[in-house]
Structure formats: structure tokens, C-alpha cells
């Protein structure tokens, strides 16, 4: 299984990007999937996760941060609106499949303000 994130990008405070995590080749179906991210000097730390139907959220990303998942084509989103400056970082998704867990190669998020 590999996992490939993708949609990051530059944007100003206040904006929005949506990132995508895609399998490629054959695809299965995620057990639980979600994102971490990690800033510069920072250790990674969790986004936001979902497991069936059930998201859950860091506080820091509460009521701005979406997580879904598409599982006609195994496939994870996360919609990130009124992004602020402190959101800059490299996101990884993961997301455990058959028992394992699988980490996507991660995707640059920059905000300026």
C-alpha cells in the first residue's frame, strides 16, 4: 500500500486548500485514516482522524478543519478553511488498513499573514 498526499500550497491567512490522500494501485478500504502535521523544530502532532463515520479534531483546528473520506476510492480529505499562520506545516496522512498503519510522504501547507 502506498498512500500519496496531496494539495498543499501557499495561501494567506484566512484561506483555504483542500488536501487529498490517495492510494495508489489497487486500493482498500481504510479502517481509520487522518492527518498530522509538523512545523518547523516541532515534533508531528495529530490533526484530525476518522474511523467510519466518526471524526475527531485537535482543538487547535476545531470548526475550521474537515476531515471525510471517499471509500469508493479509499481516499481521504481534509477541507482546511480560514487557515492562519500557525497551520503552516507539512501534513501527513496515515491510515491503517488490514492491521497496519501507512504513512503518505507528506504535503507542504505554508500561510502567510
Known amino acids: 500500500v502506498q498512500l500519496q498526499a496531496s494539495g498543499g500550497g501557499s495561501v494567506q491567512a484566512g484561506g483555504s486548500l483542500r488536501l487529498a490522500c490517495t492510494q495508489s494501485?489497487?486500493?482498500?478500504?481504510?479502517?481509520?485514516a487522518g492527518w498530522f502535521r509538523q512545523s518547523p523544530g516541532k515534533e508531528r502532532e495529530p490533526v484530525a482522524n476518522?474511523?467510519?463515520?466518526?471524526?475527531n479534531y485537535e482543538d487547535a483546528v476545531k470548526g475550521r478543519l474537515t476531515i471525510s473520506r471517499d471509500n469508493a476510492k479509499g481516499t481521504v480529505y481534509l477541507q482546511m478553511n480560514s487557515l492562519k499562520p500557525e497551520d503552516t506545516a507539512v501534513y501527513f496522512c496515515f491510515a491503517a488498513i488490514r492491521g497496519r498503519i501507512y504513512w503518505g510522504q507528506g504535503t507542504l501547507v505554508t500561510v502567510s499573514s
Open positions: 476518522i474511523r467510519e463515520s466518526i471524526e
Open positions: 494501485g489497487t486500493f482498500f478500504v481504510l479502517d481509520w
